[in-house]
């Protein structure tokens, strides 16, 4: 199993980002994926999530309107597209798969770096 992110980099306030979360090993079309984040010194937050078909979405509040998760059942990929960044959102962002079926499996990427500051 792998999840592989990318995408992350140094960009200005204001900018936007769009990561990518590359899966493999598992059928990734049964799996609830969601972006998390980890700034310095704090816990890991979650971000968005969406569910296996892509049919709903959910995003923290802080999020809604600058974030966009989607994903690709083809290419086995889920994407955040992220607008109007601001540096409070500076921090490893990681992806996230979670099976639908029973017994639960959850597996994690090894994150990707955004820093945004001009």
């Known amino acids: 199993v792998q999840l592989v992110e990318s995408g992350g980099g140094l960009v200005q306030p204001g900018g936007s980002l769009r990561l990518s979360c590359a899966a493999s090993g598992f059928t990734f079309s049964t799996y609830v994926m969601s972006w998390y984040r980890q700034a ?3 816990g890991r937050e979650l971000v968005a999530t969406i569910t296996s078909a892509g049919r709903i979405t959910n995003y923290a509040d802080s999020m809604k309107g600058r974030f966009t998760i989607s994903r690709d059942n083809a290419k086995n990929t889920v994407y955040l597209q992220m607008n109007s960044l601001k540096p409070e ?8 798969a979670r099976s639908t079926t029973i017994p639960q499996y959850a597996y994690w990427g ?4 955004v820093t945004v500051s001009s």
């Not at 090894?110 to 770096?113: A, K, M």
């Open 40 to 42: 310095p010194g704090k």
């Open 110 to 113: 090894q994150g990707t770096q």
């Open 89 to 96: 959102d500076t921090a490893v962002y990681y992806c996230k």
